[in-house]
């Protein structure tokens, strides 16, 4: 069974940056597409960020484009999420996301099958 489990979340000043873990378990991390997630109090789960199988294939939320970057090591089971210019709109729970055999990154949430249970990052002004 494959496992998600997010790591890197907290309390941020406007302007700092943190960067989300999102480690994978239970099968082939090289043939799932990954994607960060975002759901704030009283919204709808919104993609952020997305990365293919190679990782040189990826989507950005315009709301997050040239502040943050998605990566990934299929040697180390792993995808991060570098988030820098943090603003108070950024503050969500982040979910990390996976989707077998996606060759591109998929941009809703029928595109993933199995997620993490989510990390709180707060933005304070």
């Known amino acids: 069974q494959v496992q998600l489990v997010e790591s890197g979340g907290g309390l941020v000043q406007a302007g700092g940056s943190l960067r989300l873990s999102c480690a994978h378990s239970g099968g082939t991390f090289s043939g799932f597409a990954m994607a960060w997630f975002r759901q704030a109090p009283g919204k709808e789960r919104e993609i952020v960020s997305a990365v293919g199988l190679s990782g040189s294939s990826t989507y950005y939320a315009d709301s997050v484009k040239g502040r943050f970057t998605i990566s990934r090591d299929n040697a180390k089971n792993t995808v991060w999420l570098q988030m820098n210019s943090l603003k108070p709109e950024d503050t969500a729970v982040y979910y990390c996301?996976?989707?077998?055999?996606?060759?591109?990154?998929?941009?809703?949430?029928?595109?993933?099958?199995?997620w993490g249970q989510g990390t709180q990052v707060t933005v304070s002004s």
């Open positions: 996301a996976a989707r077998y055999g996606l060759q591109q990154p998929g941009r809703g949430q029928k595109d993933y099958n199995y």
